[in-house]
């Protein structure tokens, strides 16, 4: 019929229909014919390898003749696509090798035109005409690129590439834009980016913009709670991105308060035992008042690096491992230290401990003491490697 079209959506999730009518695939929608027809609608009327199809979709598994299961899983869609809503047609070719998703009707792919877009960003050279295009590609990106497939290696490398493609646009947009001073684009357009890849550095231009746009409660608001996170899980660990934060942070401000006032917003919330936790640039800030007032004598101090260890004494490599282990380290310096000691995620398996007012004989005791509960609540295995890295005279 005239003016309809075939639709894939496939950022952020799977959809396909045929004008009003949609292409289900039913319980087959992680099925490999249904992966075939997703992966030739990458590039919709394009030719593809057959064996590099064959690879992408077959390639991970214990397939004895790749080329025999390819061909079954074409029947299979040739199949489907007969009783679909799709108008009668040829819509499989195959031929030299050669394999495409063709046909007569009009066809469209959000990935396809998000690649033509990136192509026509980077052959533009007029500065607005590229700023429209970037905006265009950030309304098309929806997510992931099929996250219920997310396990499979073909989507894996096919969602870093477009997730490329994103980011890139994404920040000459933003770039872009704050020469312009239009902080309210960006804030919409970083908001989207927060929403689809949270704590990988874009609320840094959101907090921005709000601050900017005088909304400072939800820039507060926003800045404490990736700080939360920072602190919790780890991030913004580049130097660049550190000072980012930071400089963020500075400009914070508070509307015109009592003392009162102040003192609650200073003061910590419900204050627990053990260790205080802080985020990494917080913790750098009492380290450098530290090192400042031991120049004026009266004040010892030592910083350790806990490093978490695997079941062979090695430094832990696994981020998930890291990630429950850290849960566990945690503890220890919240039941086992005073409440005058610091400590903060550097890495996923590294820790740095800042105790205060301690003698320089009883330092080693600290990673001992350490180390052990650690192991209690690991069962009596792992461990932790505790290193001094200063006492006040080191660095």
């Not at 390639?59 to 025999?68: D, K, Q, S």
């Not at 429209?132 to 590609?137: D, G, R």
């Not at 917080?282 to 806990?306: A, E, H, T, Y």
Request: net charge neutral; aromatic share 10%.
């Amino acid at each position: 019929m005239e003016g309809k079209k075939l639709t894939v959506k496939m950022l952020g999730g799977f959809s396909a229909c045929y004008g009003e009518e949609v292409l289900t695939f039913g319980r087959h929608r992680e099925s490999k014919f249904c992966q075939l027809f997703q992966l030739l609608m990458t590039r919709p009327g394009q030719e593809f390898g057959k064996m590099d199809v064959a690879e992408s979709l077959y390639g991970r598994e214990e397939v004895e003749n790749l080329n025999a299961s390819l061909n079954n899983t074409i029947f299979r869609l040739r199949r489907y696509l007969e009783d679909s809503p799709l108008p009668t047609g040829r819509y499989l070719v195959l031929g030299g090798g050669r394999i495409s998703l063709v046909g007569e009707i009009e066809t469209e792919s959000d990935v396809w035109n998000l690649e033509e877009l990136f192509r026509e960003f980077e052959q533009e050279r007029e500065g607005q005409r590229k700023v429209e295009l970037c905006k265009k590609a950030c309304d098309l990106y929806q997510g992931e690129f099929l996250p219920q497939l997310s396990n499979e290696q073909w989507v894996i490398e096919r969602s870093r590439h477009y997730q490329k493609l994103y980011f890139g646009m994404l920040r000459y947009l933003l770039s872009s834009l704050k020469e312009e001073g239009d902080y309210r684009s960006i804030e919409k357009v970083a908001a989207q980016a927060v929403s689809l890849y949270p704590y990988e550095g874009w609320e840094i231009w959101q907090i921005d913009s709000l601050i900017a746009l005088g909304r400072q409660k939800e820039a507060q608001k926003l800045y404490q709670k990736t700080a939360s996170y920072v602190q919790e899980i780890g991030g913004f660990l580049s130097k660049k991105q550190q000072a980012q934060f930071r400089r963020i942070g500075g400009r914070m401000q508070q509307p015109e308060g009592t003392g009162e006032d102040i003192g609650r917003c200073l003061m910590e919330n419900g204050a627990g035992q053990g260790a205080y936790a802080c985020t990494l640039p917080g913790f750098s800030d009492c380290f450098r008042m530290l090192k400042r007032i031991v120049k004026r004598g009266g004040v010892q101090f030592c910083l350790l690096l806990c490093t978490i260890l695997d079941n062979n004494g090695h430094p832990a490599s696994s981020r998930e491992y890291c990630r429950k282990q850290g849960e566990k380290l945690r503890a220890t310096f919240q039941t086992h230290l005073r409440q005058g000691d610091i400590y903060t995620k550097y890495s996923e398996g590294q820790y740095l401990l800042l105790c205060v007012g301690v003698e320089r004989e009883n330092i080693p005791d600290i990673g001992m003491r350490i180390d052990m509960d650690y192991r209690k609540r690991c069962g009596g295995r792992s461990g932790i490697n505790c290193r001094l890295l200063d006492d006040g005279e080191i660095w």
